[in-house]
C-alpha cells in the first residue's frame, strides 16, 4: 500500500465510512477508490482534489508523495504524437483518425465513467488538439478537422461539467464548441450545444428557457442526424415538465419515428453519447412519461431496469441510465400513491453512487414526497440523500 492509499484508507475509516460511502460523497467509482487505497493505481490531480474536499487537506499533502501522473490520456496522446512524427508530416490522416477515435472511446465510456475521472482524459486531448492548431502549415482539410475535434471535445467536457456542477466552466466550454462549429459549418455539433444547454437549463428549474432551447437544437439539427432525434428527446421531457400532455406525447411520437430510421449499431457504439440508437428509447420513454405523472412510464423504467441489470453485478460503476431508471420509476410510484415501493426505488438509485449532481433533483422530488407522508422509509432516504450530495 502507497502512504497515499495508507492515507486515504486511514481518513475514509476514521468518518466509519465503507469505499461504497466515499464513493456516493465523491461521485468517484468504488472500484477505483479500492485501487487507490490498495496502490494499484493513482488517482489524477482532479481527483485527489475532489476526494480532499470531502476528505481534508491532509489527502492534498500525502498525494505529493505520488508518482508523476502516467497512463490514461497522456499515453494515448503520446502514441499519436509519435504516430504523427512517424508520418513526417505536421499533421497527418493517421493522427486525425486516432484523434476522433479516442473521442469516440471516450463518448463511449460516458454513460458509466465517473465525471470526475473522465474529465481529465477529455482535457487533455483538447489541450493536444490545440497545440496542433498552432502549428505551421496545415491545410484547410486538416484544418476543419482539428477544429471538428476541438468542437467535438469541449462540447463532452462541458457536459461533463455540468454533471459536476461546475457551471462557469461548462459555459465555457460551450461557447468554445459553438465557436468552433459555426468557424466550420458543423452543424450537428451547434445542435448538440443547445441541446445541451437545453439540458442544464431543465435541470435548473428554468424550464421556458429550457424548452426554447430545444426548438433551436430541433431546427439547427441535420435531418437523419443522432441530434435530430436526441433534440426531440429533449423537447418531450421539458413539455412533461411544463405538464403540457398533448406536447409530451407528440414528441414521443416523433423520437420513436425518427429513431426508427437511424442505423443499427454494435453494443459498444449504443453507448457513445452522441449516437441515438432504438435501444435508448426506453430510457427516453421511461423518463418522459415519469415525469409527466403517467403510469405507463413505469413500465418502460422497468424494461430499463431488466435490461442493464447484468451489467450492475459486473464490477464498476452502474450505468447512469440504470441509476435513472430507478428514480423514473419512483417518481411514477409517487404519483400512483406507491410511496413505500418509491422509497425503495429512490434508496437502490442513490446508493449506486452513479447519480451526478445535474439529477439530484429528481431524488430530490421523492425525497420531499416520502418525507411529505410521513413514510417510515423517510429517514433512511434522507440520510441517503445527504450521503449523496455531500
Keep these: 500500500m502507497s502512504d497515499f492509499g495508507r492515507v486515504l484508507r486511514e481518513l475514509r475509516t476514521q468518518r466509519g465510512w465503507t469505499q461504497a460511502d466515499l464513493a456516493q460523497r465523491a461521485h468517484v467509482g468504488q472500484p477505483a477508490l479500492s485501487k487507490y487505497e490498495s496502490g494499484r493505481n493513482q488517482p489524477s490531480p482532479e481527483v485527489v482534489d475532489v476526494l480532499a474536499d470531502v476528505l481534508g487537506d491532509q489527502l492534498r499533502i500525502a498525494a505529493t508523495t505520488l508518482p508523476a501522473p502516467g497512463g490514461g490520456a497522456a499515453d494515448e496522446l503520446a502514441a499519436i504524437e509519435l504516430a504523427r512524427r512517424v508520418e513526417a508530416s505536421d499533421v497527418g490522416s493517421a493522427t486525425l483518425v486516432q484523434l476522433e477515435e479516442g473521442f469516440d472511446r471516450m463518448a463511449i465510456a460516458y454513460p458509466s465513467a465517473a465525471p470526475v475521472e473522465l474529465l481529465p482524459h477529455v482535457t487533455g486531448y483538447l489541450g493536444y488538439v490545440s497545440d496542433l492548431l498552432d502549428g505551421p502549415n496545415l491545410s484547410l482539410s486538416v484544418h476543419r478537422r482539428l477544429v471538428a475535434a476541438g468542437a467535438w471535445c469541449s462540447l463532452l467536457a462541458a457536459t461533463l461539467h455540468i454533471d459536476v456542477g461546475q457551471n462557469t466552466a461548462a459555459t465555457a466550454r460551450l461557447d468554445t464548441a459553438a465557436s468552433l462549429a459555426r468557424e466550420v459549418g458543423h452543424e ?30 430541433r431546427a439547427i439539427a441535420p435531418a437523419g442526424s443522432s441530434i435530430e432525434v436526441q433534440a426531440a428527446a429533449q423537447q ?44 435508448k428509447r426506453n430510457a427516453y420513454t421511461a423518463t ?90 423517510a429517514r433512511e432516504l434522507r440520510e441517503a440523500y445527504r450521503n449523496m450530495t455531500s
Excluded: C
Excluded at 457504439?269 to 435501444?279: I, L, M, N
Design 188 to 217: 450537428e455539433v451547434r445542435a448538440w450545444v443547445a441541446e445541451t444547454e437545453a439540458w442544464r437549463q431543465l435541470t435548473a428549474g428554468n424550464l421556458h428557457r429550457a424548452h426554447d432551447l430545444t426548438k433551436s437544437a
Design 288 to 377: 418522459t412519461l415519469s415525469w409527466l405523472g403517467d403510469p405507463a412510464g413505469a413500465g418502460h423504467a422497468e424494461n430499463v431496469i431488466e435490461q442493464l441489470r447484468p451489467q450492475a453485478g459486473k464490477p464498476g460503476r452502474w450505468p447512469r441510465r440504470l441509476a435513472s431508471a430507478y428514480l423514473d420509476l419512483a417518481l411514477v410510484q409517487v404519483k400512483t400513491g406507491d410511496v413505500s415501493a418509491a422509497a425503495e426505488a429512490a434508496l437502490t438509485a442513490m446508493r449506486t453512487g452513479s447519480v451526478v449532481p445535474s439529477n439530484h433533483w429528481r431524488a430530490a422530488e421523492v425525497v420531499r414526497a416520502v418525507t411529505g407522508r410521513g413514510m417510515p422509509q
Design 236 to 279: 418531450g421531457r421539458v413539455l412533461a415538465r411544463l405538464g403540457d400532455a398533448e406536447g409530451t406525447y407528440r414528441a414521443v411520437e416523433a423520437v420513436n419515428s425518427l429513431a426508427a430510421d437511424l442505423p443499427v449499431l454494435d453494443a459498444d457504439e449504443r453507448e457513445h453519447h452522441y449516437r441515438y440508437d432504438g435501444t
